[in-house]
């Protein structure tokens, strides 16, 4: 789809558009001596999970140990990536479910 451009009018007594030239690019600048920022409070990086293990905990109600968070971590971790894997598995329009399963 086209823009459409609005045109100004003329003015009685205007001047004429001077043409376009091309500008030469001006020099960059020396690189000047950078201040020394100050250092950043280190504080523990979160990720995703983190933030997922916070709000289910908070949302269902519960405290989590800060001795377990670790391991909740790595299984929630765990059970996301199961998850992942079987929703990349491409099944077939045909597929259907089987009524009951066999081992």
């Known amino acids: 789809m086209k823009r459409k451009v609005a045109r100004k009018k003329k003015r009685a007594g205007a001047k004429p ?14 690189p000047t001596a950078a201040r020394p920022r100050p250092p950043r409070a280190i504080r523990p990086e979160r990720d995703f ?21 670790k391991g909740v971590k790595f299984n929630l971790r765990l059970v996301l990536d199961h ?21």
């Not at 558009?17 to 020396?30: D, E, H, W």
């Open 49 to 69: 999970v983190d933030g997922l293990m916070i709000a289910a905990a908070e949302g269902l109600g519960l405290t989590i140990d800060p001795a377990w968070r």
């Open 83 to 103: 998850a992942a894997r079987v929703e990349a598995f491409a099944l077939p329009d045909d597929a259907e479910p089987a009524p009951v399963f066999h081992a």
């Open 17 to 30: 558009a001077r043409a376009r030239t091309t500008r030469a690019k001006p020099a960059k600048r020396a």
